[in-house]
Nanobody
Framework: QVQLVASGGGLVQPGGSLRLSCAASGGTFDSFKMGWFRQAPGKERERVAE????????YYADSVKGRFSISRDSAKKTVYLQMNSLKPEDTANYFC???????????WGQGTQVTVSS
């Protein structure tokens, strides 16, 4: 079973940048579609970005297009979320998740808090 550990969250000023990392262990990393989700207090969980198990297809929520970038490193078994031009509305707990090939997300990491505030 794949296990996921997210890191990289923190406090950043509006307009700043952060890079989140999600390290996977167990399972076959290259068989998993990887995604980043976020949830703010009182709001539903939102799918922010995902990258196909092949690495050749990505998805971004409209709210982050042009500002966030997802990537994966098979050698390090890690998926990244580069977040630029951060806004206060990006404040949330960010989770990474794994789905086997084209399936549903069933494996979740713990969250890492991102707070965008001056």
């Amino acid at each position: 079973q794949v296990q996921l550990v997210a890191s990289g969250g923190g406090l950043v000023q509006p307009g700043g940048s952060l890079r989140l990392s999600c390290a996977a262990s167990g399972g076959t990393f290259d068989s998993f579609k990887m995604g980043w989700f976020r949830q703010a207090p009182g709001k539903e969980r939102e799918r922010v970005a995902e990258i196909a198990w092949t690495g050749d297809s990505t998805y971004y929520a409209d709210s982050v297009k042009g500002r966030f970038s997802i990537s994966r490193d098979s050698a390090k078994k890690t998926v990244y979320l580069q977040m630029n031009s951060l806004k206060p509305e990006d404040t949330a707990n960010y989770f990474c998740a794994a789905a086997l090939y084209y399936g549903e997300y069933k494996r979740w990491g713990q969250g890492t808090q991102v707070t965008v505030s001056s």
